[in-house]
Each structure stands twice: as structure tokens, then as C-alpha cells.
């Protein structure tokens, strides 16, 4: 019983971890502009606006990467 617990937890948890990077991409897709989020505006001025470039460009680097690795195994999970 324990283990089929475990399991949806597993899964409820790569589901939504797959619907944040899912969300990522589609916002990058739209335009956003990540550099108007106060937290960027904030950090932009102490560390350089062009290292939060890459910063964010890099999150959409992992949430690409996230989503060809894991939905596979929720696409074949049953």
C-alpha cells in the first residue's frame, strides 16, 4: 500500500513540475519580458542585466530539457 502511496505522490509531483516547465516555455514563446520582474530589475542592477539574460535563458534551457526527458515516463506511466 505504501508504495502505490509513494507512486501518485512521485507522479502528482512530476506532473506538476512538467506543467510549471510547460509554463515556462509557453510564456518564452509569447515574449515575456523577464527582465521587468522586480526581482531581475533588482538583481540587473548589482550583477549586470546580461548575466540575468543568461540567467533566465538557462531556465528555459532546464525546463526544455525537463520536458523531453520526463514526459516520456508520464506518457507511459500506466
Same mark, same amino acid.
Given at each position: 500500500m505504501s508504495h502505490l502511496l509513494t507512486t501518485n505522490l512521485d507522479t502528482s509531483i512530476l506532473i506538476a513540475l512538467m506543467l510549471? #516547465? +510547460? #509554463?515556462? +516555455?509557453? !510564456?518564452e514563446i509569447l515574449g515575456f519580458n523577464w527582465s521587468? !520582474?522586480?526581482m531581475t530589475k533588482s538583481l540587473g542592477n548589482k550583477v549586470g542585466t546580461e548575466r540575468m539574460y543568461r540567467f533566465h535563458k538557462m531556465g528555459l534551457y532546464f525546463s526544455i530539457g525537463f520536458v523531453v526527458l520526463f514526459a516520456p515516463? !508520464? !506518457?507511459?506511466?500506466?
Open positions: 510549471l #516547465a +510547460i #509554463a515556462r +516555455i509557453y !510564456l521587468m !520582474l522586480p515516463e !508520464l !506518457l507511459f506511466y500506466r
